[in-house]
C-alpha cells in the first residue's frame, strides 16, 4: 500500500510538474510579442527568427555576390578602410549564441516628446549563460552615461536592473525565456504584468486592435522582419499644426497621413531573392480605373526599365493654379493666356503614366521616354502647342511625319545630347531626349508585336506578382550593370590614373568582370493594386525597389566621401565655396 501512495504521488507531481510548464511557462515563451504589448503602441518591430534569417541571407543571391572571389578582392581595400568592422562582426556572432527569437522593438509612447521604447527577446539557455553577453551590453550602456545612476529594484518575483541616465534612462530584466529592456521603469513593469499574465486589463493589447489586425492580414505567413506603424499620434499632431496656422480646416484638406489608419510591412527570402510585402491602411483615392501597361508594345531587348502608374495631370495643374507662386511662371502664363484649363487636361490626356529606358550596346548612354494616353488629340495639340510656345527664346520647331505631330528642341552640345522631343499620335503622347528614340518608340506604337512583352526575362518576372491596378515597374538589373560597366570601367580607371588619393579607397584594376556580378542578377519588380481596405505593395528581386532606392542614397554619400577624400574640389562645403551638390527625387510606388 505504501508503494501504490508512493506511485500516486510521484504521478501527481509529474502531472502537476507538466501542467505548470504546459500552461505558464509554454503560454509565457509561445505568447505572440503583440500580446505583450499595450494596444497604443505606435510602432513595432518584430525579427521571428534572428539565426535562420542570417542562414537564409546567406544564400540570397546579394551574398553569392559579396562572396565572389573577384568581388572579394576588390572591396579588400575599401573594406580595409571601414572603422570598427570586426566590432560589428562580434556584435553579430554574440547575438547569434543567443539564438534570439521573437525579437522586438516598440514604440508605445512619444507623450511630451518623450519617446517610450520597449524591446526583447527569446534566448537560449538560462539567464546565468546570457548574461556574459548581455552584460557587455549593459556596461556599454553605461559607458555611454558616465553620470548615470544604477540599482537593482525587485517586482514580484523579478529582479530590475534599472540605470537612470538622460535623456533615456534603461530598465532590464530576465523573465524566463525571455530578456525585456525598456527606456521607462513603469512601461517595463506594465510588460512584465503581461507577460505573466497578472495585468488587469489583459484584452488592452496590440493584438486585440483593430488597426493593428487589419495589418497583419496582409502580413505572410513566415518573413524575417515585420514592422507595423499607427500614424494616429502624427497625425493628430499634424492636425492640431495645421489648425494653428489656418482659420478654418475643410475635410478635403486632409493629408495622405491623416488618411492612413495603419502602414505594415515584411521582409522574407525567397529562393535567393528578396521579397516585401507593404500595406497601407487607407481609403481608396481612385475611381474604378487600373493600369493598363499599354506602351509595352514600346519595349526591346535592349528596356532595362518600364515603369507605369496613375497620375491625374488634370488635378495636378489644378492644385498647381492655385499656388500663388507660379503666377508668373511662363508655362503657365502661356497656358492661361491660351485658355487651356484643368478640364481641358482631363479630357485630352489620360491617367496612365509609362515610362521606359533601353541602353543598345554601345550606346553611351540610356534613352528615356515617358508616354500618356492621348483621349481627345487636338485638345492634346493645343497644351502641347501652349507649352512649347512658352518662351519664344526656346527655339522649339514642329513637323509632321506619318500622321504623328513632332516638337523638337536644339540643345546646346554637351558630354550628354540633349534634344527634347514631343511626339503626338491620336495614341499616345511621347515625349524623349532625342528625335531619334522618340520616332523610333511612334514606328513601335503602330506593332502588332512587342520585344519587351515576349522576352522570357520581363514575363517570368511579371509573373512573380499580382496583377497591379496603381503601379507597377520593372528593372532588368543584369542588363543594367552590364551597360554601366561598359560605360564607366573606362572612366574609372582613367579618373585613378589622375587622383592618386583614390588608390586608398579603390583598385579599379581589381573590378571584377560583369559575368560576375550578372549570373547573380535578376529582374527587379514592384506592383501595388487596392485590396479590400487599402494598398499593397510588392516588390522581388536580389534586392527590392525600396531597398535598391536606399542603397542608391548610401552609395551616393559614399562616393561624396569617396571624392572629398581624394581632394576633388566642390565636394567640401565652405562658407565661401557652396556645394554644388543637387537633389535627386525618386519615384516612390505609393498612391
Not at 505572410?220 to 497625425?235: E, I, M, R
Not at 495636378?316 to 485658355?339: H, R, T, V, Y
Not at 514606328?443 to 518576372?461: N, Q, V
Amino acid at each position: 500500500m505504501k508503494r501504490l501512495i508512493l506511485v500516486l504521488v510521484a504521478v501527481a507531481a509529474i502531472a502537476c510538474g507538466g501542467w505548470y510548464f504546459w500552461n505558464v511557462y509554454q503560454r509565457s515563451s509561445q505568447a505572440p510579442v503583440s500580446a505583450l504589448l499595450p494596444a497604443n503602441t505606435i510602432f513595432l518591430a518584430h525579427l521571428p527568427d534572428f539565426n535562420k534569417s542570417r542562414e537564409e541571407w546567406r544564400h540570397s543571391d546579394l551574398c553569392q555576390i559579396y562572396r565572389e572571389p573577384a568581388v572579394q578582392a576588390f572591396l579588400r581595400k575599401p573594406l580595409d578602410n571601414v572603422p570598427r568592422r570586426s566590432e560589428a562582426a562580434q556584435t553579430l556572432n554574440d547575438i547569434a549564441q543567443l539564438d534570439p527569437k521573437n525579437g522586438f522593438l516598440a514604440l508605445t509612447s512619444i507623450d511630451d516628446n518623450s519617446p517610450r521604447l520597449v524591446a526583447g527577446f527569446r534566448f537560449r539557455g538560462n539567464p546565468q549563460q546570457a548574461e556574459p553577453i548581455i552584460g557587455k551590453w549593459r556596461a556599454a550602456f553605461l559607458e555611454q552615461n558616465p553620470g548615470a545612476q544604477k540599482q537593482k529594484i525587485q517586482y514580484h518575483r523579478h529582479e530590475i536592473e534599472f540605470i537612470a541616465a538622460t535623456p533615456l534612462s534603461l530598465a532590464t530584466v530576465y523573465d524566463r525565456p525571455w530578456f525585456f529592456a525598456a527606456t521607462d521603469l513603469g512601461e517595463l513593469k506594465a510588460l512584465l504584468d503581461r507577460a505573466d499574465h497578472r495585468a488587469t486589463n489583459p484584452g488592452e493589447t496590440l493584438e486585440s486592435d483593430q488597426a493593428y489586425r487589419e495589418a497583419i492580414a496582409h502580413r505572410p505567413s513566415s518573413y524575417a522582419l515585420f514592422f507595423y506603424l499607427q500614424p494616429k499620434p502624427f497625425s493628430e499632431r499634424l492636425a492640431a499644426l495645421r489648425a494653428a496656422v489656418q482659420s478654418s480646416s475643410a475635410p478635403s484638406e486632409t493629408t495622405m497621413l491623416e488618411k492612413m489608419r495603419c502602414a505594415a510591412g515584411s521582409i522574407r527570402f525567397e529562393n535567393g531573392k528578396i521579397r516585401d510585402v507593404f500595406f497601407m491602411g487607407m481609403p481608396k483615392l481612385e475611381g474604378d480605373i487600373s493600369l493598363t501597361r499599354y506602351a509595352l508594345g514600346l519595349g526591346t531587348r535592349e528596356t532595362f526599365l518600364y515603369l507605369a502608374l496613375l497620375l491625374n495631370l488634370g488635378k495636378q495643374m489644378e492644385e498647381l493654379n492655385q499656388l500663388p507662386a507660379l503666377g508668373n511662371d511662363k508655362i503657365f502664363q502661356s497656358l492661361a493666356a491660351s485658355g487651356i484649363t484643368a478640364e481641358d487636361w482631363k479630357a485630352a490626356l489620360g491617367l496612365e503614366l509609362n515610362s521606359l529606358a533601353e541602353w543598345p550596346a554601345g550606346a553611351r548612354w540610356p534613352s528615356l521616354l515617358l508616354t500618356l494616353p492621348v483621349k481627345d488629340m487636338a485638345k492634346a495639340a493645343r497644351i502641347l502647342e501652349a507649352v512649347t510656345q512658352a518662351d519664344a527664346n526656346a527655339g522649339w520647331t514642329q513637323t509632321e511625319k506619318d500622321g504623328a505631330r513632332y516638337f523638337s528642341r536644339q540643345s546646346s552640345v554637351g558630354l550628354v545630347a540633349i534634344n527634347p522631343t514631343v511626339a503626338l499620335t491620336e495614341r499616345l503622347v511621347v515625349v524623349g531626349f532625342d528625335p531619334v528614340s522618340v520616332e523610333e518608340a511612334v514606328k513601335r506604337s503602330r506593332s502588332a508585336t512587342s520585344e519587351l512583352l515576349t522576352s522570357p526575362t520581363y514575363s517570368a518576372a511579371a509573373r512573380l506578382l499580382p496583377a497591379p491596378t496603381n503601379f507597377f515597374s520593372y528593372l532588368d538589373t543584369a542588363l543594367l550593370y552590364s551597360r554601366l560597366d561598359a560605360s564607366l570601367r573606362p572612366m574609372l580607371i582613367m579618373a585613378a590614373s589622375f587622383l592618386p588619393a583614390m588608390a586608398t579607397w579603390v583598385d579599379p584594376g581589381k573590378l571584377p568582370p560583369p559575368e560576375v556580378i550578372t549570373r547573380h542578377l535578376s529582374p527587379i519588380v514592384a506592383s501595388q493594386r487596392y485590396d479590400r481596405n487599402g494598398y499593397v505593395v510588392e516588390s522581388i528581386g536580389p534586392i527590392t525597389l525600396d531597398q535598391s532606392i536606399f542603397g542608391l542614397a548610401i552609395l551616393g554619400g559614399l562616393g561624396a566621401t569617396l571624392r572629398q577624400a581624394a581632394g576633388l574640389p566642390g565636394w567640401a562645403t565652405t562658407p565661401s565655396s557652396p556645394s554644388n551638390a543637387q537633389p535627386t527625387a525618386s519615384p516612390s510606388p505609393t498612391p
